[in-house]
């Protein structure tokens, strides 16, 4: 079975100031894809970033960046220059292929705020 | 591009009545998810549609969920009879299915079962 942990319930952060967020995960699988999603208070949960577990480069998509070690089955995002905006709950999941599609497994986030 | 689509935002019943949401994925995509998610945890994954196919209900509670996509397109998820633990946020996800696909959600129902 897979498994994603998220040790730190909430985090600050001063604005434009740098931040990471931890992720470890557990799986038996060799081929997998680890995600992360920002939900905002309004519900809906907004795709950040994709690592796959063969990519030798970490993944980076604008301010986002995803810091991969599979050794030690981490995989955190790093957001630079925190903006207000960013404040909200923050979601890793691992994915595994099934049926040609991902099956996400969720850990149970980290509440982000950004302080001006 | 328009996104998943979720009615109704927000819905309170008591406890034994009955509830159906719908959801209507982003338009060619044929893999279609419904999670749960209880405050303060994640989303658990109930059901995943590939087409008009179940390609994994196992987490769905059968006794009293159930979920359906006729024509491949949108879904319904109906709960008969609710129990107080159904209140939850009941997420909508699609992607299309060409292998390694991102999953797109919609805002979600929020669910009070009093």
């Known amino acids: 079975a897979q498994k994603i942990t998220q040790t730190q319930p909430g985090m600050f952060v001063q604005e434009k100031e740098a931040v990471t967020l931890d992720c470890t995960y557990d799986t038996s699988d060799q081929s997998y894809g680890l995600f992360w999603y920002k939900q905002p208070s309004s519900g809906e949960m907004i795709f950040l970033i994709y690592q796959g577990s063969y990519d030798e480069q970490n993944a980076t998509e604008g301010r986002y960046s995803l810091n991969f070690q599979k050794a030690r089955k981490s995989a955190n995002l790093v957001i630079s220059a925190s903006q207000l905006g960013d404040s909200a709950m923050y979601f890793c999941?691992?994915?595994?292929?099934?049926?040609?599609?991902?099956?996400?497994?969720f850990g149970k986030g980290t509440k982000l705020t950004v302080n001006p | 591009e328009a996104g998943v689509a979720q009615s109704p935002r927000y819905k309170i019943i008591e406890k034994r009545q009955s509830v159906a949401f719908w959801c209507n994925p982003i338009?060619?995509?044929?893999?279609l998810y419904w999670y749960q998610q209880i405050l303060g945890q994640g989303p658990k994954l109930l059901i995943q549609f590939q087409n008009n196919g179940v390609v994994d209900d196992s987490q769905l509670p059968k006794d009293r969920f159930s979920a359906e996509r006729l024509k491949g397109v949108d879904s319904t998820l109906k709960i008969q009879p609710a129990k107080l633990e159904d209140s939850a946020v009941y997420l909508c996800?699609?992607?299309?299915?060409?292998?390694?696909?991102?999953?797109?959600f919609g805002p979600g129902t929020r669910l009070l079962v009093l």
């Open positions: 999941a691992i994915g595994s292929p099934q049926g040609g599609s991902e099956k996400l497994v």
């Open positions: 338009s060619g995509h044929a893999t």
């Open positions: 996800a699609s992607s299309v299915q060409r292998g390694r696909e991102t999953q797109y």
